[in-house]
């Protein structure tokens, strides 16, 4: 497979970013990420669509799903531009997941499997760089540098309220394309528990065998 069409699929802190790094460094794809994409674009004018909020930021720091107008556009486009890819935070509902499929054919779609308890552990512990844009836990991974400790910052929507909210969406919206994807057979499971090192050798293994 020169350049393989990748889907990683699991909950907020999953580890998605993480795999998605190795995974586009060592197959040379592209990373697509919506996440990323948005944060970008936090600011953006959307208020002639009418809907609730005017720009993408004031959804996600909700902890809500911008709207799938909105999100398709930034993935028709970016996946438009490339061949293979690693695609991110993308379809988080039934709706664009439908809408996927009539933008390109995937070779492989992974799921990183972690349970709730630790998610909520594990995204509430994160901590960024705003320097580097490196990303820490305070307990599984804290900087040795007591510089970088020292002001290290918490993505607005990790804090607690809005974890528990992001995965309630990711309950409701996002459970139902991974049992869209298992229905259709593809769905590749990975134990998203294990540390990095473990979890990427599986996911290195997956890609290599569907080739
Ligand atoms: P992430 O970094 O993937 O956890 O995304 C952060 C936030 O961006 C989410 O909580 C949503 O508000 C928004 N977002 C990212 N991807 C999507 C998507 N595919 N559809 C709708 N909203 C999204």
Known sequence: MAQPRILILGAPGAGKGT????????????HVTTGDALRSNKEMDISDLGLEYDTPG???????????EVVNAIVDEALSQSDGFVLDGYPRNLEQAEELEGMT??????????????????????????ETGDIYHLEYNPPEDAEVED?????????EDTVKERLRVYRENTEPVIEYYEEEGSLERVDGEQ???EVWEDVKVTIEDAA
């Not at 795999?19 to 592209?30: L, T």
């Not at 004031?58 to 799938?68: C, I, K, R, S, W």
């Open 58 to 68: 004031e959804y996600m720091d909700a902890g809500e799903l911008v709207p799938d």
């Open 195 to 197: 540390a990095p090192d």
């Open 105 to 130: 054919d995937l070779d492989v779609v992974l799921y990183l499997d972690v349970s709730e308890d630790e998610l909520v552990h594990r995204l509430t512990g994160r901590r960024m760089d705003p």
């Open 151 to 159: 002001r290290l910052v918490q993505r607005e929507d990790d804090a």
């Open 19 to 30: 795999q998605s790094a190795k995974i586009a460094d060592h197959f040379d794809v592209e």
